[in-house]
């Protein structure tokens, strides 16, 4: 399969392939939330003041994220000294972000940041919006990942599996040919990302429907977003071009670890408290 990762050009900048799919991401997850929120009074503005934070922040984290952990095949050529050298380098440098390369693990951070900044300033019901946000969280999950499938980016280690899919360019260990032939198959991890959101996208919707009646508000966002944290924490392990650092862990699963633990635990604590009041 041939990958493409310059989606267009403007003058002399290129748009990649993944930062097209990170916008169409983002607007469709935008556009699900606003119309859940539809009955809400200020939620158009609301919404896109939200929408405007999470990119602004999590572009400056998972950017951040990404110059300070480069994958091992970017770092061979732009590693962390690079970046600090070249500040105002507009086509590859830590500033152009829409070249490709930001951080997942940073891009969540500043996301959920953005979220509890806004919520508290306009005094907005974190619990009812949190629940109305995961359906377009999860939506924009399942088609941002496909950015990286089609740039050849974050593939997974070799299988013998019937998915496997070739690669046109190989990173270290995997660019060596005469271990890896060019007809070897490696996982292409980006697209079980993509099924996952999918998969507990079609979860939180049939308990939404089901149990509308009988849950507290909040905890079907914890109850999504943590079952996606903690696949998200398992599939980082197949990711095979990212640095790794305590426990062997990526940034990423670092990040999405922490926050399946933390959103299991306010569901422990929220029914730890109730069984306590009754």
Known sequence: MEFERTAFELGNISVSTFALLVVLAFGVGGGVTLWRLRYQDGAVGNVLLLLTWVIVLGVVFGRLFYVLTPPPSVAAYYDRTWYGQHLLDLQVGPLAFWSGGLGSGGFAVGGLLAFGWITWRHKLDAARWADAMIVGLLSG??????????????????????????????????????????????????????????????????????????????????????????????????????????????????????????????????????????
């Open 141 to 278: 999950l399942a088609i941002a990942p496909l950015g990286n499938f089609l740039s050849g980016l974050m593939f997974g280690p070799p299988t013998m599996l019937p998915w496997g899919m070739t690669l046109g360019e190989r990173f270290a260990p995997y660019d060596d040919l005469a271990r890896y032939p060019v007809s070897m198959r490696f996982q292409p991890t980006p697209v079980t990302f993509v099924l996952l959101a999918m998969l507990i996208l079609a979860a939180v919707l049939i308990i939404e429907r089901r149990w509308q009646d009988h849950r507290t508000t909040g905890n079907l966002f914890l109850l999504g977003w943590g079952a996606y944290s903690a696949g998200a924490a398992v599939l980082g392990g197949w990711q095979a071009d990212v640095s790794r650092g305590l426990l062997n862990l990526s940034g990423l699963q670092g990040v999405m670890l922490l926050m399946a633990l933390a959103s299991l635990g306010i569901l422990l604590w929220e029914r730890t408290g109730k069984r306590d009041r009754l």
